[in-house]
């Protein structure tokens, strides 16, 4: 099996980017080079002790000692001849044959065995990287089996969600629109508690739809028109406004801003998350007209982007809880809604990179108001 190969290595520095080998053969030539001088060295000396005419038993123990010298320099050269064939095939070869090996390996063919038999040191080391390589393959096996069995149910949540957006809206529909009828054709035959029951069905009809809507899109995130480019909140935000005009004008609300910098996202799921977090703002708002300002500022490589507002504001101990899906604090009657909002909120800004919580300085219940953080990525930052 071949995959995608492994990074070229780091260019070694210094005196390790001489090969082993050469090493080895720049000290063979030295110790050469003074084998070479100790034997004219030698040479020398006996030529220079026979033209001093010694006494006989001297010029015998020259000449053993000249015999002893040459003894020692044939051992000398055959133990340097045995420890050249040593190094080369003892050492140099098995180094070059894994180096190849791991080479190999590192060029994409993760199925190619790692093994030397000589010497024990290298044979124990390529051993354990081989055993390395083989549990990392048998891990990217079940990464790869995994992410083909994650696109598979991808594929059916997709064909799911087809599904929900329009098989399962019409029969919804059809439910509301009938029952109206069935009021307005049979009104007057109905008494009070048949007409409440008819309402019953209406309400439970649209709030499935809405149900559906909001879940649609929760699955969405990531998945459809998600790319990610450089990105101005401002105009995602005047977005987001315009959605909620007529909102923002029967409350009486007022938003306001800082300058918002670009950041890297997207233009649609940003305009989602402003359109959330302000309609949450104006949603649980306290008797005071609403007042909701977007801030932002830097923090490290990412902007920090807030949500603050004059509302009735959240518990501390509810700080982690109102971010789970269909996860409600008020009842369905005091303040509509589905439950998903702010979940759908935190994996939009989590998608992008970020993070999204709620401030617990000054979020506190009680009229105070409630401020939301999230970070995205900078523009222009090589992120």
């Given at each position: 099996?071949?995959?995608?190969?492994?990074?070229?290595?780091?260019?070694?520095?210094?005196?390790?980017?001489?090969?082993?080998?050469?090493?080895?053969?720049?000290?063979?030539?030295?110790?050469?080079v003074i084998f070479a001088a100790g034997v004219a060295t030698v040479m020398t000396m006996t030529a220079k002790t026979a033209e001093l005419n010694p006494r006989p038993e001297v010029a015998a123990q020259v000449d053993r000692l000249i015999v002893a010298l040459i003894?020692?320099?044939?051992?000398?050269?055959?133990?340097?001849?045995?420890?050249?064939?040593?190094?080369?095939?003892?050492?140099?070869?098995?180094?070059?044959?894994?180096?190849?090996?791991?080479?190999?390996?590192?060029?994409?063919d993760f199925d190619r065995d790692l093994h030397v038999d000589r010497p024990a040191e290298l044979a124990e080391l390529s051993?354990?990287?081989?055993?390395?390589?083989?549990?990392?393959?048998?891990?990217?096996?079940?990464?790869?089996?995994?992410?083909?069995?994650?696109?598979?149910?991808?594929?059916?949540?997709?064909?799911?969600?087809y599904v929900a957006s329009h098989d399962l809206q019409e029969p919804l529909r059809k439910v509301a629109s009938f029952t109206q009828m069935l009021e307005q054709r049979y009104g007057s035959q109905l008494d009070e508690r048949a007409k409440q029951y008819i309402s019953y069905a209406v309400d439970g009809a649209?709030?499935?739809?809405?149900?559906?809507?909001?879940?649609l899109d929760f699955s969405r995130v990531g998945r459809v028109t998600g790319e990610r480019t450089v990105t101005e909140p401002d105009a995602a935000l005047d977005?987001?406004?315009?959605?909620?005009?007529?909102?923002?004008?029967?409350?009486?609300?007022?938003?306001?801003?800082?300058?918002?910098?670009?950041?890297?996202?997207?233009?649609?799921?940003l305009t989602q998350l402003f359109q959330n977090l302000?309609?949450?703002?104006?949603?649980?708002?306290?008797?005071?007209?609403?007042r909701v300002h977007i801030g932002v500022r830097r923090a490290g490589d990412m902007w920090e982007f807030s949500c603050s507002d004059n509302g009735i504001g959240v518990e501390a101990k509810y700080a982690d809880r109102i971010f789970l899906i269909f996860q409600r604090l008020h009842a369905r009657d005091v303040y509509p809604g589905t439950g998903i909002g702010l979940a759908l909120c935190r994996k939009i800004v989590e998608y992008h990179g970020g993070q999204?919580?709620?401030?617990?300085?000054?979020?506190?219940?009680?009229?105070?108001?409630?401020?939301?953080r999230w970070t995205l990525p900078a523009a222009g930052d090589g992120r």
């Open positions: 099996m071949s995959i995608h190969p492994l990074p070229p290595p780091k260019e070694p520095t210094g005196l390790g980017r001489l090969p082993i080998a050469r090493w080895f053969w720049l000290v063979a030539m030295f110790a050469g003894v020692v320099f044939v051992l000398l050269l055959g133990c340097g001849a045995g420890l050249v064939v040593m190094v080369r095939y003892a050492v140099l070869k098995p180094i070059a044959q894994l180096t190849d090996q791991v080479r190999a390996v590192a060029a994409g051993s354990h990287i081989d055993s390395m390589r083989d549990r990392i393959l048998s891990a990217w096996r079940v990464a790869n089996d995994q992410a083909e069995e994650l696109r598979r149910s991808n594929g059916e949540l997709e064909q799911f969600a649209k709030r499935m739809q809405l149900l559906i809507n909001d879940l977005r987001a406004l315009d959605n909620l005009s007529a909102t923002i004008e029967d409350t009486g609300a007022t938003v306001t801003r800082d300058e918002l910098p670009p950041v890297m996202g997207n233009h649609l799921q302000i309609e949450n703002a104006v949603k649980f708002r306290s008797e005071e007209p609403p999204l919580w709620l401030d617990g300085e000054d979020t506190e219940a009680g009229g105070h108001g409630a401020t939301f």
